[in-house]
Every structure is written in C-alpha cells, then in structure tokens.
C-alpha cells in the first residue's frame, strides 16, 4: 500500500491565496454609480414610527416634527407637534 503525501510550496500557496482574494474582491465590487442611495431612499429614511400598546409617534428626523395618535376611547385622531415649540414653552 502507497502512503500519499501532498506538499506544496511557499510560492504556490501565496499565489493561490492571492489569486483568490483578487476574484473576491472583484465580486464585491460596485460601480459608483450603484453604490450612491436614490434620493427616494433617503426621503424615505428620515421618518421613524414608534408604536406601543395605546399610542402611536411618527417623527420626522431632520425638522424634529412629530405626529402623535393617543390612544384612548373615542375617534382617533392625529396630534401634531414640534420639539423647538415645546422647548420654547419649557424655558418660559
């Protein structure tokens, strides 16, 4: 029975692992022109909604508005706010 040995060389070892982060990175490449958010994306990203048992908040990141929808009995409706007026009516 033959006993089978398998070596390879420095030099072979390096140019294997060289060529194979070099089609790695080739497949994560993205043209710039990809890489860029539409500005629909972004539009779309500046609100946040926070939603618990009886209330629900929609905040608007870059004015600082915010809708909110208390929940209790009667019609729902929406209350509209801004964080400068209330800090404007906590400093008086």
Do not use: C
């Given at each position: 029975?033959?006993?089978?040995?398998?070596?390879?060389?420095?030099?072979?070892?390096?140019?294997?692992?060289?060529?194979?982060g070099g089609i790695l990175l080739l497949a994560n490449f993205t043209p710039v022109e990809k890489a860029k958010p539409e500005s629909d994306i972004i539009d779309t990203r500046r609100f946040q909604v926070v939603a618990g048992e009886r209330e629900t908040i929609i905040l608007d990141t870059q004015t600082g508005r915010f809708?909110?929808?208390?929940?209790?009995i009667g019609q729902p409706r929406w209350v509209n706010g801004d964080f400068e007026e209330l800090q404007k009516r906590e400093r008086k």
């Amino acid at each position: 029975m033959k006993t089978f040995h398998l070596s390879i060389d420095l030099k072979s070892f390096f140019m294997g692992a060289l060529t194979l982060g070099g089609i790695l990175l080739l497949a994560n490449f993205t043209p710039v022109e990809k890489a860029k958010p539409e500005s629909d994306i972004i539009d779309t990203r500046r609100f946040q909604v926070v939603a618990g048992e009886r209330e629900t908040i929609i905040l608007d990141t870059q004015t600082g508005r915010f809708i909110v929808s208390p929940g209790y009995i009667g019609q729902p409706r929406w209350v509209n706010g801004d964080f400068e007026e209330l800090q404007k009516r906590e400093r008086k």
